[in-house]
């Protein structure tokens, strides 16, 4: 991947930097002393997911720490470090080996939050969708499993009677589950059907 530009959002003296292109070879940070070049290095490596954030992280030069104490907004939703990656001919056969559609990516955006958590997202798909996809697809290998989890219980109701009393109600469940059409289900309708079996 190649990294082609970055915005430094909500961290320590820097409000937003705006976006800021990185050349293929150079890169200078020219500024005056005590000016944010040293926290611009210090954001890029906060990006790195073995960094946490913590309060004194939160910028000083915007109101963005009163809205959190306040909670008026939540650690969720404050953008700290944005990377635009151009994807390379290599790394997309490598994504696609991983899913056909991946390879189709040729840019990436990814947003590190205050809460440190992030979101990829990229102009030729849409990785959310995908997501769902792949979790529709995994429907018929649960159902294998639980196939197999049947079986097994029916052999520990022939080796240890107490369970016996449960098997029709079991036997109901594994039933109305194996009977449902997944098909056009969004996420949040899968894992409500989920909720239902738990």
Known sequence: MKLEKIRIQNFRCISDSGEVKIDDDIVCLIG??????????????????????DGEDISS???????????????????????????????????????????KIKHLKVTKYFNNQYTVESPELE??????????????????????????????????????????????????FISIDFTGLQEDGIIEVFNTFS
């Open 127 to 176: 990785i959310e969708k995908l997501k769902i996809e792949q979790t529709i697809g995994s429907i018929p290998e649960i159902k294998k499993e639980i196939d197999n989890l049947s079986e097994r219980i029916d052999a520990y109701i022939q080796r240890y009677a107490p369970f016996a009393s449960s098997k029709a109600q079991y036997d109901q469940h594994i039933e109305e």
């Open 32 to 53: 005056r002393n005590e000016r944010g070049k040293t926290t611009f290095l210090k954001a890029l490596e906060s990006f790195n997911s073995e960094y946490e954030y």
């Open 61 to 103: 030069y915007s109101n963005v720490k009163e809205k959190l104490d306040s909670g008026e907004i939540e650690a969720a939703n404050i953008e700290m470090v944005t990377t635009w990656f151009e994807i390379i001919d290599n790394d997309r056969e490598r994504l696609k080996e991983i899913h056909e559609d991946l390879g």
